[in-house]
């Protein structure tokens, strides 16, 4: 199957600073990329929908000026936490689907990691 | 955002044994039924999937079942192995999960 790949796997910051996490399909072209946060023993909660070239949807509840997202490429979704808080650690996962694709391929995640 | 319910929430099978996972659906328009598999640590992977217009598909030792009348579609795993404690999702459509099913299997 396709590749996706996160970078980084890991991360720990500081309070109020923010994190930027790179989602990339390595062997195919993304044309839909979701994002999705994971707490302990919890499902997968979608954050936003992005199509490339075009902003991103947010699911409701989910701060769009917290979370950025940029798709600019076929190949690259970034996800970029802002002003970090210890309550946003979490497992953030992204996922990305082909054009007329229903397949999603995910990525091995993000454990972020507030102090 | 809730629009698949899964069941049960945990399970334990001996080795050897069958597991099955439900999870009933809410949106008749839905076209593509997954189960994703996840591991600790690990993202999730896409396990096994069915169209609306056949009622079974296998591949290996894992069934999908589709009930269109009842709207649930079921996961088994047949000659369950220790390897397959993980937890399982159904999602909706592609992209809304279900909140998950952890499996342990008994060595």
């Known amino acids: 199957g396709a590749v996706v790949s996160q970078h980084p796997s890991r991360v720990i910051c500081k309070s109020g600073t923010s994190v930027k996490i790179e989602c990339r399909s390595l062997d195919f072209q993304a044309t839909t990329m979701f994002w999705y946060r994971q707490f302990p023993k919890q499902s997968l909660m979608l954050m936003a929908t992005s199509n490339e070239g075009s902003k991103a949807t947010y699911e409701q509840g989910v701060e769009k000026d917290k979370f950025l997202i940029n798709h600019a490429s076929l190949t690259l979704s970034t996800l970029t936490v802002t002003s970090a808080h210890p309550e946003d650690s979490s497992f953030y996962i992204c996922?990305?689907?082909?054009?007329?694709?229903?397949?999603?391929?995910f990525g091995p995640g993000t454990r972020l990691t507030v102090l | 955002q809730q629009q698949v319910k899964q069941s049960p929430q945990s399970l334990i099978v001996q080795k050897g044994g069958i597991s099955i996972i439900n999870c009933a659906y809410e949106?008749?328009?839905?076209?593509?039924f997954p189960w994703y598999q996840q591991f600790p640590g690990k993202g999730p992977a896409l396990l096994i999937a069915?169209?609306?217009?056949?009622s079974e598909k296998k591949e290996g030792r894992f069934t999908i079942s589709f009930n269109k009348s009842a709207k649930q579609f079921s996961l088994h795993i047949m000659d369950s192995q220790p390897g397959d404690s993980a937890t399982y999702f159904c999602?909706?459509?592609?992209?809304?999960f279900g909140k998950g099913t952890r499996l342990h299997i008994l060595p």
């Open positions: 069915i169209r609306p217009d056949v």
């Open positions: 949106n008749t328009a839905f076209d593509y």
């Open positions: 996922s990305a689907r082909s054009s007329g694709g229903n397949e999603q391929f």
């Open positions: 999602a909706d459509d592609k992209i809304i």
